[in-house]
């Protein structure tokens, strides 16, 4: 009897030990298969990481034997989740739609975005209902943008892996020009596309910072590289230490709310003074060209020039004083880009490329469906996170397009807005009420 015992223990336990390194395969495969569709970097011409793991998931479905029947409890809980915002979204893929026909500018480019967009929502959430059984979405996908960094570094300063990594990356020729200080991403989307994606991921983990172990270290790396992919991140990182604050003091939490905020404003105090003062003894020439122009340059134009300016910032100013578009504020034109294949009245913020497409009345329905997405769909991501990336789309929408039909947003918004899961630990930290 004992040798029995012994022997269906032992079994126990290889079977338990078995479990346990199918799972961790399991983790890992998700893992790589997010990172695959967050980034959606080029493959193949015409093939990105995101459209294999939309092929993947089609394929998985068709030959998985009851795949249909899970996939209608998806649709069910989709559609649950997701609410009226579908029949928003409809809308204004018919009125984009109509306004280009109706002004006979045939331009589809904005139409195109809306029905894509539409496709990666599904997509991103049937995806996720499967990968979250095995693993945090919101936590993997801030472990997906930590990876990333490592990838950005590596490509900077090894010039051997730079090389053997282009082809996995978008946008190669602006790479060049910028003298590889932005777009080094092995990611589809560049520049101010990534430096937005950043920025959501970074005031999200500002948010829920209490959740991660390697708190001050991710943090670090965050907020740097959001940065070095565009200046204009720091509207999120001030946004999030600002709700962070407010929402330790209305949590009866004020110590701890003032000892963190002076603790992020020493930290980076000191490293500005530091990098600012001691820039000339960087040996590094393209380390020494990271801080100079991101950190030196518009800090001499603030002392010395008395304002902070930059060519971006002229540019964007000369956008806004630009007669032409304004015309078109009332009633729109139906043209997202122009026949050369650039931004239609050479603007590219949101506000008024949106403006310019769709006029006032449009322009509110647009806005209205960001509206819906983050504060009327079944969320169970806290309030303060919501009106938090609220806010940072309506800042984000001054300097670029940043919207609800933009693919690089999509699985960042799924993710963090269907699937944080609200546990009694986050309850405990004061995260969700």
């Not at 200046?231 to 230490?241: C, M, N, P, Q």
């Not at 902070?308 to 009633?331: A, C, G, H, N, V």
């Not at 880009?337 to 009345?361: H, K, N, P, Q, T």
Request: proline share 2%; hydrophobic share 50%.
């Amino acid at each position: 009897m004992q040798v029995i015992l012994k022997q269906k223990r032992k079994y126990d336990f290889i079977c338990c030990k078995k479990k346990r390194l199918i799972d961790a395969k399991l983790r890992f495969f998700y893992s790589i298969l997010t990172f695959f569709l967050v980034f959606a970097f080029p493959l193949l011409p015409g093939l990105s990481s995101a459209k294999l793991v939309m092929v993947g998931l089609c394929l998985y479905l068709a030959l998985k034997r009851d795949s249909w029947l899970k996939l209608n409890k998806i649709n069910v809980n989709f559609k649950k989740a997701i609410r009226s915002y579908l029949s928003v979204h409809y809308f204004l893929f018919f009125w984009t739609f109509f306004l280009t026909i109706y002004y006979r500018e045939f331009d589809f480019s904005l139409t195109s975005m809306w029905l894509s967009s539409l496709i990666l929502y599904y997509v991103s959430f049937v995806f996720y209902t499967k990968a979250s059984n095995y693993i945090n979405i919101p936590k993997t996908i801030v472990y997906c943008f930590i990876f990333q960094c490592l990838l950005i570094l590596l490509s900077m300063f090894c010039d051997t892996f730079y090389n053997i990594s282009s082809i996995f990356r978008g946008d190669v020729d602006k790479i060049e020009v910028y003298g590889r200080l932005r777009g080094t991403a092995i990611c589809g989307y560049q520049f101010f596309g990534l430096a937005t994606m950043y920025s959501f991921v970074l005031l999200y983990y500002i948010l829920h910072i209490k959740l991660f172990k390697r708190k001050i270290l991710y943090f670090i790396f965050l907020t740097v590289f959001a940065l070095l992919n565009g200046r204009f991140s720091i509207v999120a990182l001030i946004t999030g230490i600002a709700f962070y604050f407010i929402r330790e003091i209305l949590n009866g939490q004020l110590k701890k709310a003032i000892s963190f905020i002076v603790i992020m404003i020493v930290f980076i105090i000191s490293l500005i003074v530091l990098l600012y003062y001691y820039v000339d003894m960087i040996s590094d020439p393209f380390l020494y060209k990271v801080v100079y122009n991101y950190l030196v340059q518009p800090l001499d134009s603030i002392f010395i020039d008395g304002e902070f300016r930059t060519p971006s910032t002229d540019y964007l100013q000369d956008m806004y004083e630009s007669k032409y578009i304004q015309q078109f504020f009332i009633w729109g034109s139906g043209r997202f880009m122009d026949e050369a294949g650039g931004y239609f009245g050479s603007v590219d913020a949101g506000y008024l490329r949106i403006l310019g497409y769709y006029g006032i009345i449009g322009f509110i329905f647009v806005f209205f469906s960001l509206f819906y997405l983050i504060f009327l769909t079944r969320s169970n991501l806290d309030i303060f996170t919501k009106i938090a990336f609220f806010c940072l789309f309506l800042a984000f929408n001054y300097k670029g397009d940043v919207q609800v039909y933009h693919n690089n947003i999509i699985p960042l918004m799924v993710a963090f807005l269907f699937f944080n899961k609200a546990t009694d630990c986050d309850r405990s930290l004061g995260i969700v009420k």
